[in-house]
Nanobody
């Protein structure tokens, strides 16, 4: 079982920055996907950023993808030593407001979701 604990959400003015963290209870070196999703009221969770692991990509390298709406502003990264996935968010806009969930799919374990972190961007 993998447990995830998120931190770093909050209230920020438009144009500001935030960094979300997602700490896993297990080693994250071998993974299929590490992702961040965003959910707004009345809508489904949308994929914001994803790192696909080498066992999934065709060329055995990792691959990073972003939603068009956040390209150039958000960066997903991981720190294996800390078993943590990050989402660095710059130039935040009110439309980025929502609850952000991390999703981690480690090799050999069932995928897990974080508890969610509220991000509110004021105009």
């Amino acid at each position: 079982q993998v447990r995830l604990v998120e931190s770093g959400g909050g209230l920020v003015q438009a144009g500001g920055s935030l960094r979300l963290s997602c700490a896993a209870s297990r080693n994250i070196e071998s993974f299929n996907h590490m992702s961040w999703y965003r959910q707004t009221p009345g809508n489904q969770r949308e994929l914001v950023a994803d790192i696909t692991g080498p066992l999934i990509t065709r060329d055995l390298s990792t691959k990073t993808t972003y939603a068009e709406s956040v390209k150039g502003r958000f960066t997903i990264s991981r720190d294996n030593a800390k078993n943590t996935v990050y989402l660095q968010m710059y130039s935040l806009e009110p439309k980025d407001t929502g609850v952000y969930f991390c999703y981690v799919d480690l090799t050999g374990y069932d995928p897990a979701w974080g508890q969610g972190a509220q991000v509110t961007v004021s105009a």
